[in-house]
């Protein structure tokens, strides 16, 4: 999966913003070495940006080289993608290991062999993001039982198109929504979605008003490439927000019950 569209927006890279995430930035050797490691040995998928960000395929790390300092790369599908890998002044990665993001920069790659492979290499970033900042304690819907969010977009004539979203994870502060790459742009930061029904089992439907915060590109089980979108709640009354509190609480005693064998 890739995107050449000129009309994407610039992606806002939280590794630009270091005096705001300068808490979740590593530079040390060792530590920005397991973290590779672990993306390498888990096989996880890397988005990697060239650039400005507009052009990007999806890869995974191959080996860590440690004592050569360098990292390999799967190539891309496309071969006009690994020339312009290639050609980039830099290249932002970014990925999800364990719920947290991932991110790091490289100069440049280079194309080369590795055992019998063709690889793209860079040498070993001297820093990597590992953004786990969490206001409120987050908690992943079962899967058994999803929950699912209705956010209105406003079409440029004037009409509204209701989106029906998957909630990967909710908070007494907000939720991530799994909105397909196709709404990227209505999904900027800052983006308002007011009204927004969110079902919640054995609760009901709340009406919220949701702000964007952040997005992030990623790629599901199935290859498919959709955008994360971490929005907060604006102006939840009191009701509603315990409406949410009693979700959290219930789930989290099923779940309790479940691994210390209490449940029926």
Do not use: W
Request: a neutral charge; charged letters at 25%; proline letters at 4%.
């Amino acid at each position: 999966m890739s995107s050449t569209a000129d009309d994407l927006p610039v992606p806002d890279f939280e590794i630009d913003h270091r005096n705001e995430y300068a808490q979740y930035l590593l530079s040390d050797p060792q530590e920005i070495s397991h973290y590779l490691k672990q993306l390498a040995n888990r096989g996880k998928l890397l988005s990697a940006h060239l650039d400005g960000g507009k052009l990007f395929f999806l890869t995974a790390l191959v080996a860590v080289d440690d004592d050569r300092g360098v990292i390999l790369f799967d190539t891309a599908q496309a071969e006009a993608l690994n020339r312009a890998a290639v050609m980039a002044k830099q290249v932002t990665l970014t990925a999800n290991l364990d719920r947290i993001k991932i991110q790091f920069r490289l100069p440049g790659l280079r194309e080369q062999s590795h055992e019998g492979r063709r690889v793209l290499a860079a040498a070993t970033p001297g820093a990597l993001l590992r953004l786990q900042r969490r206001e409120y304690f987050r908690l992943t819907p079962p899967v058994a039982r999803p929950l699912v969010c209705q956010i209105h977009l406003e079409q440029t004539d004037g009409s509204l198109q209701t989106l029906h979203c998957g909630v990967s994870d909710i908070s007494c502060g907000g939720i991530s929504l799994t909105v397909p790459m196709i709404n990227r742009e209505d999904c900027s930061r800052d983006a308002l979605f007011h009204d927004s029904r969110l079902e919640i089992p054995d609760e009901g439907v709340l009406l919220v008003n949701l702000r964007v915060r952040k997005t992030v590109e990623y790629s599901a089980d199935d290859r498919q490439h959709y955008l994360r979108v971490g929005c907060e709640f604006i102006g939840l009354p009191s009701s509603r927000l315990a409406m949410i509190q009693r979700y959290i609480a219930r789930v989290e005693r099923e779940r309790t019950a479940r691994t210390s064998g209490l449940a029926d």
